[in-house]
């Protein structure tokens, strides 16, 4: 027998190394086991949008809406470098708690407006990227609920239900949020911070309204500033600027070009702005407008506070949407609240998508812009029915009034 014969023969094993060996085998297996779980943890987490990065002077925060697999959500193309080539945008009419909306809301407990949500919840969660827009103040407290025109505090339950319907952020800056001082202000952010929601427009210091408010949605950083174009007759200069942003051409083009230099690919303005009750554009919404979205730091303005929809203009391949309408309030036409002031068309609203794409350059622009009218059940339940999708159960409602309603809303926007 060769030497090298006899180096391949086993040798006995001692007594007991057969169980050693099998003990051995068996934790060996465990640990494979184990490291293939945290890896595919890790890949998880990496393929993960809703994980941002966090530094020193922006704010982040989580940009998807939880990853519905509804089959109206949005496909998504993903490049090489991680980020999608396609996602969607969302945004909402104003939501304003008047006291029969509260009412609505009541429960035995406390208050619930998730019922008023729910039959479009579908619709906003499922989206890519979902902003709302919150008029008035929120309470802390609920004992200091006011739901006249000349001040606003909603219950705190509120956020609760705007964050439960799948927004992943809110632009706040409005004619209502300065109503009862900085309580109103430091209320609100409380509430929002609560509830992990983004606030984007109010702030407590001059150090937080300094903050780039940023999102990863799909891998792209998406930036979002919000102003409003005044606080119900306070004097220009008798509200920090900082507390709450307020509409000055100078300053949004130095927050956008700031927002493009701090890394932001696509930037969304959201304007208070508007006159009540009038689907026409006022002097400041015409003029100003085109001006802001001519700066290469910003790639879509988003407008409230009409209360009623507006048109939406596309300018040099880039879009304004002047006035979204309401999403949730109890403005509606012949109601003993509003017996003159009030149109048909404020119970009107839309949940706009903005499908935003990437171009051959890298950029970012939107390429179509598609209408989910809303409308307000005002007088009933006061949920919130998508006009084209109502609820199978419930209420019955009348489906000619929401078509009505839609026909309205599509006519205004001039968008299919």
Not at 14 to 28: L, N, Q
Not at 168 to 193: K, L, M, R
Request: hydrophobic share 40%; proline share 5%; glycine share 8%.
């Amino acid at each position: 027998m060769s030497s090298q014969s006899a180096r391949s023969q086993p040798r006995p094993p001692a007594p007991g190394r057969d169980r050693r060996i099998e003990r051995i085998s068996w934790y060996f297996g465990l640990a494979l086991i184990a490291l293939g779980a945290v890896g595919l943890a890790a890949s998880f987490r990496d393929s993960d949008p809703s994980i941002s990065a966090v530094t020193d002077d922006t704010e982040t925060a989580d940009g998807s809406s939880g990853g519905s697999d509804d089959a109206e959500s949005t496909d998504v193309a993903a490049t090489t470098e991680g980020r999608a080539d396609r996602f969607t945008v969302s945004a909402s009419g104003d939501i304003l708690i008047h006291g029969r909306v509260a009412d609505a809301a009541t429960t035995s407990d406390g208050f619930d407006f998730t019922p008023l949500f729910a039959p479009v919840q579908n619709l906003i969660a499922s989206r890519d990227f979902s902003i709302c827009h919150l008029e008035v103040p929120i309470s802390s407290t609920n004992q200091d609920l006011a739901y006249t025109e000349g001040v606003f505090r909603a219950p705190m339950q509120l956020a609760d239900a705007i964050k439960g319907a799948g927004f992943d952020s809110c632009s706040v800056a409005s004619n209502h949020a300065w109503d009862s001082g900085e309580a109103s202000v430091i209320s609100t952010i409380e509430q929002f911070t609560r509830v992990g929601l983004p606030h984007v427009g109010i702030a407590n210091t001059a150090a937080e309204a300094a903050k780039n408010w940023q999102f990863d949605v799909l891998g792209n950083t998406i930036g979002h500033l919000s102003y409003a174009y005044g606080l119900n007759g306070r004097e220009p200069g008798e509200v920090p600027i900082e507390r709450v942003a307020q509409i000055d051409e100078t300053k949004i083009l130095a927050d956008a070009a700031g927002q493009r230099a701090g890394g932001s690919e696509f930037t969304i303005v959201s304007l208070h702005w508007g006159s009540e009750f009038q689907n026409d554009l006022n002097e400041q919404q015409a003029d100003l407008g085109p001006r802001l979205l001519a700066s290469p730091d910003i790639d879509l303005i988003i407008g409230h506070h009409a209360h009623v929809p507006q048109r939406v203009d596309e300018i040099d391949g880039k879009f304004i949407a002047y006035g979204l309408g309401n999403l949730l309030s109890n403005q509606a036409k012949d109601i003993p609240e509003c017996p003159n002031a009030c149109p048909l068309d404020s119970q009107d609203g839309v949940l706009l998508d903005f499908v935003v794409e990437r171009g051959d350059d890298g950029s970012l622009a939107v390429t179509e812009v598609i209408a989910n009218p809303t409308w307000v059940d005002v007088g009933g339940t006061w949920k919130i029915i998508s006009t084209e999708n109502p609820p199978q159960v419930g209420a019955v409602l009348d489906p000619a009034v929401l078509q009505a309603s839609a026909a309205r809303t599509r006519a205004t926007l001039n968008v299919q």
